[in-house]
């Protein structure tokens, strides 16, 4: 049989692939490549040593639930840390509201599927996360883009996309937030936007999506830890729906990650998670649970804080050296650099030039719900070392310039 | 804000808990409770030296790969190791056909995504895997049901059952099988029925879903390696997607299973898999990798054969000698004996006194999509300890009588 295309869904004849996860696949096939392109902790940033004692602690207790299927909500002792990781992001939360993620992006699919049916309509920044919105879509929703600002979403345009939503006769059920150092753009939403999109949600009834894998990695020189505050612990509505991860400040290979909400929601959450794999991996579980207990977590924070800043350093300092035409915003922190590329440049075509000579982005156009954004270019700082970096920098300004 | 409900999706709002991950909750609650209702391996077969041998070198090592984001496909090498394993099952594949997935239920939602519009029809055994059933109906599949033989699905009930429902006007996408020592029966199918069905697909132009995680547990006393050649090992026609899993015989704690399919249906799998979790945990494919070069997987077949073949013989001996109403077929492989209650007796009512009495089960209902079998329990004698099934057994047995 050859023809299986008529045995696809609706749903699986659209499945389109991720362009960040497709230049993973070019960088699979190259190691000359410097790869700008995916946002990937630094290898060096893994606490080894602690991971192989607490692998053969955990080997060597033999534990019941540690090889197990467990239960689909998490590692109860988990539970218990993330609550507690929780209350230093002043977020006060009670087991019921808690559920353990394989990855966040995980979480982003399970809100999907308990929320949103066909043509539902999810507001997104313009940009915004591409895993949320490859989410969002598996069940229909339509995403509707609002404009940015240096501090973060546009609260005009909010509104203004709302009515004009709502204008057309469609619901809007929730908007979709990255507020610390936002992934493309690395923004930082202000304090002053997290509480007025608060009481703009409980206004207008609607759920925030806060979405916050990056809040540990603020860059100190610039950033406060108060500037990071989640809209969700200043939310008396409970409006707010929090994700959070492991991935960033432990490691993503343990696929370990967090949702945060009201009880009611979590248990569905639950329940489409039964679907979906059953459980998250206990032994990864176990792992993360014992570096949160012997305090390889906090010991983590500071340093990635000053090694993501120091990557920072070297890339803003090599894009000046190389007087690349670029002009960005330097980031307050996270994994990300993003820039506008000068007039008449087009990131995906510049992207196939780039490549040849050896350096990779993703096209800000990715980002984008509304198809436009072709001037901008994703460039991650995280995962290169510094040779690699500057390496990879002046690779780009030879491109721009040819 | 109380009022959740109006923000859940469709699908979100009929999500029902599964009767087996209920049962898990029971267990969970209460340690004197003996349970005879989740398919758990025994923690008493998990390898945990070899398993330490190996965290430990991976994590000596500082591989880039083992703590990081990973092909959505999965680890290669790992994918290499999975193709010999098809290879003992006399299947041969190439890469593209191949992709691990977050433990079996995983596959099982993935091609339900790629596959099921709302309104198709998947033909289901009757009784069938509880698991299956939840991920085929997430996208909306509708689940009619075929009755079984002592040897496997009845195929004159198959040709009823596929006339009857195109009568209606719907389309037969998929029919799904467990061919070896089936959850919840037990049941091994026979091999004249797997060679009739590849070519029933063919002539009906249907897709089977064969699905295999207790293919190595045949006990050799009554069941030989050849019974249980899967259907996929004689398909000419591309008409087979293979699901089996590393939960059974290495461990379930890691989440690592693998789906193989014809390469389109695997592109857009692979596709679908981004949008749920990106990958799956590169820490957990390592370790399953690690174990299959290093001979643990090989090693450990037999000795799960002889624990499980073992397992069965106590429980069928206390079966007898409590002289319980029950009657039932010998298991020939896997974790479960299915059998049927004393005319009057009902199994969902059953077991709350069983539950009183410390002992629980699953009850056949939960495995029918017709809204039968409330005659039937499934009692798994896989985890319990020997002596634990002889007095669970003891326990229900009061019940029955009392």
Same mark, same amino acid.
């Given at each position: 049989?050859?023809? $299986?295309?008529?045995?696809?869904?609706?749903?699986?004849?659209?499945?389109?692939?991720?362009?960040?996860?497709?230049?993973?696949?070019?960088?699979?096939?190259?190691?000359?490549?410097?790869?700008?392109?995916?946002?990937?902790?630094?290898?060096?940033?893994?606490?080894?040593?602690?991971?192989?004692?607490?692998?053969?602690?955990? !080997?060597?207790?033999?534990?019941?639930?540690?090889?197990?299927?467990?239960?689909?909500?998490?590692?109860?002792?988990?539970? *218990?840390?993330?609550?507690?990781?929780?209350?230093?992001?002043? =977020?006060?939360?009670?087991?019921?509201?808690?559920?353990?993620?394989?990855?966040?992006?995980?979480?982003?699919?399970?809100?999907?599927?308990?929320?949103?049916?066909?043509?539902?309509?999810?507001?997104?920044?313009?940009? @915004?996360?591409?895993?949320?919105?490859?989410?969002?879509?598996?069940?229909?929703?339509?995403?509707?883009?609002?404009?940015?600002?240096?501090?973060? =979403? %546009?609260?005009?345009? !909010? *509104?203004?996309?709302?009515?004009?939503?709502?204008?057309?006769?469609?619901?809007?059920?929730?908007?979709?937030?990255?507020? %610390?150092?936002? %992934?493309?753009?690395?923004?930082?939403?202000?304090?002053?936007?997290?509480?007025?999109?608060?009481?703009?949600?409980?206004?207008?009834?609607?759920?925030?999506?806060?979405?916050?894998?990056?809040?540990?990695?603020?860059?100190?020189?610039?950033?406060?830890?108060?500037?990071?505050?989640?809209?969700?612990?200043? *939310?008396?509505?409970?409006?707010?729906?929090?994700?959070?991860?492991?991935?960033?400040?432990?490691?993503?290979?343990?696929?370990?990650?967090?949702?945060?909400?009201?009880?009611?929601?979590?248990?569905?959450?639950?329940?489409?998670?039964?679907?979906?794999?059953?459980?998250? @991996?206990?032994?990864?579980?176990?792992?993360?649970?014992?570096?949160?207990?012997?305090?390889?977590?906090?010991?983590?924070?500071?340093?990635?804080?000053?090694? $993501?800043?120091?990557?920072? *350093?070297?890339?803003?300092?090599?894009?000046?050296?190389?007087?690349?035409?670029?002009?960005?915003?330097?980031?307050?922190?996270?994994?990300?650099?993003?820039?506008?590329?000068?007039?008449?440049?087009?990131?995906?075509?510049?992207?196939?030039?780039?490549?040849?000579?050896?350096?990779?982005?993703?096209?800000?156009?990715?980002?984008?719900?509304?198809?436009?954004?072709?001037?901008?270019?994703?460039?991650?700082?995280?995962?290169?070392?510094?040779?690699?970096?500057?390496?990879?920098?002046?690779?780009?300004?030879?491109?721009?310039?040819?």
């Amino acid at each position: 049989m050859k023809d $299986y295309e008529r045995f696809f869904s609706e749903g699986g004849r659209v499945l389109r692939e991720s362009p960040i996860r497709k230049m993973g696949t070019v960088l699979a096939a190259s190691r000359e490549v410097i790869s700008f392109a995916p946002g990937y902790p630094a290898n060096e940033s893994f606490p080894w040593d602690d991971f192989r004692a607490i692998a053969d602690d955990l !080997l060597t207790q033999h534990s019941d639930d540690l090889l197990q299927y467990g239960p689909t909500r998490g590692y109860r002792p988990l539970l *218990d840390a993330i609550i507690d990781v929780q209350k230093t992001r002043g =977020i006060n939360v009670t087991t019921d509201q808690v559920i353990v993620t394989t990855g966040s992006q995980q979480g982003l699919f399970l809100l999907a599927r308990a929320l949103f049916d066909p043509g539902d309509v999810v507001l997104v920044e313009l940009p @915004s996360y591409t895993g949320a919105i490859t989410a969002f879509k598996s069940f229909g929703a339509d995403l509707v883009g609002v404009a940015q600002d240096d501090d973060g =979403i %546009n609260l005009e345009d !909010l *509104d203004r996309t709302l009515a004009r939503v709502r204008g057309e006769g469609r619901r809007v059920k929730c908007l979709y937030l990255v507020p %610390n150092f936002q %992934n493309p753009t690395g923004r930082l939403l202000s304090l002053e936007k997290r509480r007025a999109l608060v009481e703009w949600a409980e206004r207008e009834d609607v759920l925030i999506v806060e979405d916050d894998p990056y809040r540990d990695i603020y860059f100190t020189d610039v950033t406060t830890e108060a500037d990071t505050r989640p809209i969700a612990a200043d *939310d008396p509505y409970g409006r707010v729906l929090y994700l959070s991860s492991f991935s960033k400040t432990l490691a993503p290979g343990f696929r370990t990650a967090w949702l945060v909400a009201p009880p009611v929601i979590a248990s569905k959450v639950e329940l489409a998670k039964q679907a979906i794999d059953l459980c998250t @991996s206990g032994f990864d579980q176990q792992m993360v649970y014992q570096a949160c207990v012997r305090g390889v977590l906090a010991a983590q924070a500071p340093r990635l804080r000053a090694l $993501y800043q120091h990557k920072r *350093d070297v890339m803003v300092a090599a894009l000046r050296e190389a007087g690349t035409p670029l002009t960005w915003l330097d980031p307050r922190g996270g994994f990300f650099l993003w820039a506008r590329l000068p007039d008449g440049l087009h990131a995906d075509t510049l992207l196939e030039r780039a490549t040849a000579e050896g350096v990779i982005y993703v096209t800000g156009s990715a980002f984008f719900v509304d198809a436009t954004g072709h001037e901008y270019v994703r460039l991650s700082f995280s995962s290169p070392s510094e040779a690699r970096i500057r390496e990879g920098v002046e690779r780009l300004t030879r491109v721009m310039r040819s």
